[in-house]
Nanobody
Framework: QVRLVESGGGLVQSGGSRRLSCAASGNRIHSYDVAWYRQAPGKQRDLIASISTFGITNYTNSVKGRFTISRDNAKNTAYLQMNSLKPEDTATYYC?????????????WGPGTQVTVSS
């Protein structure tokens, strides 16, 4: 069992930066792929960035070049550095951990953190 808690959300001006953290407890996340999703009001939850257990990263086009996902397994924490923020980045941001092991497939979500970008 992994418990994820996001932090770092808040109000930021357009063009600004914010770093989100995803702190894990209950188990080590080094064996989990970690991803960040976001959900704007009235829209579906979308995958925006992921990092594998090997450190391989992927980004959706809308955040590529502006956002950076990283992980610190020693701190059991993942991060999302967001730069050049735009009003359309306003959403609730969720951390997700996934593992596919010989004992089964595991998925965990955090409760989310709100990011609001003012124009």
């Amino acid at each position: 069992q992994v418990r994820l808690v996001e932090s770092g959300g808040g109000l930021v001006q357009s063009g600004g930066s914010r770093r989100l953290s995803c702190a894990a407890s209950g188990n080590r996340i080094h064996s989990y792929d970690v991803a960040w999703y976001r959900q704007a009001p009235g829209k579906q939850r979308d995958l925006i960035a992921s990092i594998s257990t090997f450190g391989i990263t992927n980004y959706t086009n809308s955040v590529k070049g502006r956002f950076t996902i990283s992980r610190d397994n020693a701190k059991n924490t993942a991060y999302l550095q967001m730069n050049s923020l735009k009003p359309e980045d306003t959403a609730t941001y969720y951390c997700h951990a996934h593992a596919n092991t010989y004992t089964g497939e595991y998925d965990y979500w955090g409760p989310g953190t709100q990011v609001t970008v003012s124009s």
